[in-house]
């Protein structure tokens, strides 16, 4: 009987090492993706509340942006989609989400290897089944921001028409860093006879996370919303002459009378953040010498949060 506080103790101390399974308020996920001729992101946001069935639910929209190129090969948008809202619930250590008026497992960080479970029985199309299902192939621990959370690798059954790939992670979902198909954040068509060697479908790669109790988790550096922000011929143009000269081999003088503090964050024609400097109020010059040939765009924000990109030529 002695032991019995001891044994509890442990099993909250046990309990307690890992955080919470799944999103907190103000969740927010993007997936970088490319297919032939195209490329953009995938968005998606924790909206609200809703009860359905008894459970209490998150509502999450999801949305992309989709860039191409056109005749001149300069990068245009082509196309801002949204899809229809994913609602999910947690109980235990399984996430379920709504597919069909039904709820399914989404993901379970408590399964051990070899565990399948349905994630559908609608068929999609094509020779595949109705029933669609995920196996776990591996799983294990994470560290990330300091805190230790279960990860599950898991992968689509043979004959299944939807599915999921790749590394999911307890609080936030997919964290595969590198492009692949089937890497969302709900399951997406998979055709489950797919002719090999011929792309498909999306290739998609985790980007970054953040939600109202979580600082943001974005492992590659890059801007979560490289595409838009910097990509965006319209306002790039429209801030071309901000500096000069332009193209520049090494010094780029202001010249807006913008007289006020002024943060700069340079990032490279991959959406790498390669260096950071302060302009103070009476300064007007940034120093780009140090960077290597090629295309930059400068992201400046003053001290009343106004913010403009640049899009600048080192020689």
Known sequence: MKRLPFLVFMLFINSASFSQVWIDYGAAWHYDFWNIGVGGFFKYEYASDT???GHNCQKI???SYVFTYNQAGEIVLA????YPSNFTYVSGDTVFYRNNDA???LFNFGAAIGDQWVIS???TGGPCGDTSRLEVTGKGVMTINDLPYRYITVQPTPNSSVGLSGNYIERFGNIS???APFQQLFPTFFQCESMPGIVEWDFVRFKCYQDASFNMYNPSGEDCEYYLTYLDISQAKANEKLFYPNP???LLHLTDNWNAEKDVEVFNGRGSLVKRLHIAAEESVVDVSDLVSGIYFLKIRDTSNEVRIVKVIKE
Do not use: L, M
């Open 121 to 123: 029985t609608v068929n």
């Open 79 to 82: 196309a801002h989609n949204y």
């Open 51 to 53: 009860v359905i069935d």
């Open 177 to 179: 860093g590198e492009f």
């Open 61 to 63: 929209t999801s949305e």
């Open 248 to 250: 520049t081999k090494g």
């Open 103 to 105: 709820f399914f497992i």
